[in-house]
């Protein structure tokens, strides 16, 4: 069973910058796909960044969220980041950290079903 401990979550001004973090523990595929699902109050949870692993540490990044902000993994594959900046109210939300085992990112890495873990979620609210 894999578990996954999210930490980073906070409340800042607009502008401003925040990093999560995400660590999975139990897992022995060494081939894997993990991202970041933010879901805004009243809204799906949908694909906001994700991150292969090993030579196929393609990163993945929705529109609303490419060029400013970065997910990136720590050498043992473990833990992914995401580095966030420039913030705004929109980007206020649960965000969620997902975990895809035995499959690296694919062009339809937005989609949740194919994630077969998650956590718990850290909340993010930016005010203006």
């Known amino acids: 069973q894999v578990r996954l401990m999210e930490s980073g979550g906070g409340s800042v001004q607009a502008g401003g910058s925040l990093r999560l973090s995400c660590t999975a523990r139990g897992y022995s595929s060494v081939t894997n796909c993990m991202g970041w699902f933010p879901q805004a109050p009243g809204k799906e949870r949908e694909g906001g960044a994700a991150m292969g692993t090993y030579g196929r540490r393609t990163t993945f990044y929705a529109d609303s969220v490419q060029g400013r902000f970065t997910i990136s993994r720590d050498n043992a594959g473990s833990t992914v980041y995401l580095e966030m900046n420039s913030l705004n109210p929109e980007d206020t939300a649960m965000y969620f950290c997902?975990?895809?085992?035995?499959?690296?990112?694919?062009?339809?890495?937005?989609?949740?079903?194919?994630?077969?873990?998650w956590g718990q979620g850290t909340q993010v609210t930016v005010s203006s």
């Open positions: 997902a975990f895809e085992s035995l499959a690296q990112c694919g062009d339809d890495w937005y989609d949740s079903a194919r994630y077969n873990y």
